[in-house]
C-alpha cells in the first residue's frame, strides 16, 4: 500500500472546520501561555497566561469555553509543542475533558515564527500564536495514547538507559584506575570488568599487595568472592605482573578509596540494572503480541522492550511506514531545478526508535536465516552498500511487526524467504 504526505495533508486540514477553535499553548516548567483563532488564522480573544497545575488547567478550560460561546463555536482543538516532560500532564487532563489535543514539531515552529510579522522576535505569545497557526493549516500529529503496559515499558527502558550510562562511566573510571595504578592487569584479564579483574580489584587492588603473595593465597582470595574462579596460571602471571608493575605508586591510599567508591557505583548499576531488566521482562509477557514478536529468532526482550516503549501499541499503525516515519527514518530528499541533493534520512522522530530498531536489524541479520540471506543477497547479488542494505531491512522489520501486530498472526519465514529470487 503507497502512501502520499499530501493526501494525510490534506486530510489533517480538512479535519478543521469553520466551528473549531484553535488553540495554541507554549509549554514551559512553571507558567503556560494560549492564544486562540479560528479556521482562518483570525485572533480569537486575548492571550492567556496560566500556571502548570490543575488550577491553572481549569482556568484555560473556562476561558476555551467562554471563547467559544462568544463566537458561537462548536469544537476545540488544542495543539502544543511536546517540550520535554512539562506537556504531559497538561494534554492528558484535557484529554480526561473531552478536548482533542494535538502536538507540533518544535523544530517547524522555530521556523514558522516569522509568518505572523515578519521579524525574528521571539516571546511566549508569539510561539503559542506560531502553534495555533500549525495547527490550522494541518501542520499537527495526533497524541497515540497508549495503555498501562505501554507506558510502563517507555518508563522501565527510559530508566534502563540511565542505568546504562551510569553502569558505562563507572567501568570507564575504573579503566582509567587500573591504567593508572596496575596497567599489567590487562595481561591477565583482557576485559577489566570481568567477574575475575573485579574480584581482584576487590582484594588486592595493587602490585605492592600481589608482589608478596603466592598462587595460592591469590586462588583462596578469588574462592571467597566467586564460584568459578580463575585457574593457576592466572595466579601466577598475576604475580609475575605485580612484580615488574610501572603503575604509580604514591598515594596509594587516596587510589583505593576512589576505587572502593568506584566498586561500589558498579555493583550499585548492575543490581539495579538486573532489577529493571526483570521489571520489563514481567510487563513485556502481558502484552499479547509480544510473544509472537519475540519468536523470530534474533529479537531480544529488550530491543523489543525498547521499540514497543517508543512506539506504543503497533496495531494502532496503519503501515509499517508510519512506524518508520515515527522512528525519524523515512527519507528527505533536496533538490532545485537541475540539481539534485542527496536523499537521507529525515531523522525527526523518536532517536531512542530509532536506535532500537537498527540494534534489533543487526541482531537479526546476524542471527536470523531469513535476514542474513537477503542482506547476503543484496551485497553480493545486487551490489547494495551494507548500511543501505541494513536500512531496508529495517523497513522490511517495521512492516513485520505491524502487520503482526496488526493480524495478531505468528511470525512466518516462508513468506520472508520468497523474496529472495534466485538467491540460492
Excluded at 60 to 85: A, C, F, Y
Excluded at 95 to 115: A, C, F, G
Excluded at 207 to 216: F, R, V, Y
Excluded at 381 to 396: A, C, E, F, T
Aim: glycine share 6%; net charge positive.
Amino acid at each position: 500500500m503507497n502512501f502520499k504526505m499530501q493526501d494525510k495533508q490534506n486530510q489533517l486540514i480538512e479535519r478543521i472546520s469553520d466551528t473549531h477553535l484553535i488553540v495554541g499553548v507554549d509549554i514551559a516548567q512553571q507558567l503556560h501561555v494560549a492564544r486562540a483563532v479560528n479556521y482562518r488564522g483570525i485572533v480569537v480573544g486575548d492571550s492567556l497566561t496560566f500556571e502548570n497545575n490543575e488550577e491553572g488547567f481549569v482556568k484555560l478550560l473556562n476561558w476555551i469555553q467562554d471563547l467559544k460561546r462568544l463566537k458561537k463555536l462548536d469544537s476545540t482543538i488544542v495543539g502544543m509543542e511536546p517540550t520535554g516532560h512539562y506537556w504531559i500532564n497538561l494534554s492528558k487532563w484535557l484529554y480526561s475533558q473531552s478536548i482533542e489535543v494535538v502536538t507540533v514539531n518544535p523544530h517547524l515552529v522555530k521556523r514558522n515564527k516569522e509568518n505572523r510579522d515578519n521579524t525574528q522576535s521571539k516571546s511566549d505569545k508569539k510561539d503559542a500564536l506560531v502553534i495555533a497557526d500549525m495547527v490550522k493549516n494541518g501542520y499537527y500529529s495526533f497524541i497515540r495514547p497508549s495503555s498501562e503496559s505501554f507506558e510502563k515499558l517507555r518508563v522501565l527502558m527510559s530508566n534502563r538507559d540511565v542505568i546504562v550510562k551510569r553502569l558505562v562511566m563507572a567501568i570507564n573510571q575504573i579503566n582509567r584506575w587500573v591504567d593508572v595504578v596496575f596497567p599489567e592487569l590487562r595481561q591477565v584479564f583482557k576485559d577489566v570488568s570481568c567477574k575475575g579483574a573485579i574480584a581482584t580489584l576487590r582484594l588486592f587492588p595493587t602490585p605492592d599487595e600481589i608482589s608478596p603473595m603466592t598462587s595460592l593465597d591469590i586462588i583462596t582470595g578469588w574462592k571467597t568472592v566467586m564460584k568459578r574462579q580463575p585457574g593457576l596460571k592466572k595466579a601466577q602471571l598475576l604475580i609475575k605482573s605485580a612484580k615488574s608493575s610501572v603503575g604509580n605508586r604514591q598515594a596509594l591510599d587516596a587510589y583505593k578509596f576512589h576505587l572502593e567508591q568506584l566498586l561500589e557505583e558498579y555493583d550499585l548499576a548492575v543490581k539495579q540494572l538486573e532489577r529493571v531488566e526483570q521489571q520489563v521482562r514481567e510487563v513485556l509477557y502481558k502484552i499479547p503480541f509480544a510473544q509472537k514478536l519475540l519468536m523470530m529468532k534474533g529479537i531480544s526482550e529488550i530491543s523489543l522492550a525498547g521499540i514497543l516503549g517508543e512506539a506504543g501499541d503497533l496495531s494502532g499503525f496503519s503501515h509499517g511506514n508510519s512506524l518508520l516515519r515515527h522512528a525519524g527514518l523515512h527519507l528527505a530528499e533536496a533538490s532545485s531545478g537541475k540539481w539534485k541533493g542527496q536523499i537521507v534520512l529525515s531523522k525527526r522522530g523518536r532517536s531512542r526508535l530509532r536506535r532500537f530498531l537498527y540494534l534489533a536489524t543487526m541482531s537479526l541479520v546476524m542471527n536470523n536465516p531469513e535476514f542474513k540471506a537477503i542482506h547476503s543477497y543484496n551485497v553480493k547479488v545486487k551490489n547494495i552498500k551494507k548500511m543501505k542494505s541494513i536500512m531496508k531491512l529495517i523497513g522490511k522489520l517495521a512492516r513485520i511487526f505491524v502487520g503482526i501486530a496488526r493480524r495478531n498472526e505468528s511470525y512466518r519465514p516462508d513468506k520472508v524467504q520468497v523474496l529472495i529470487p534466485l538467491a540460492a
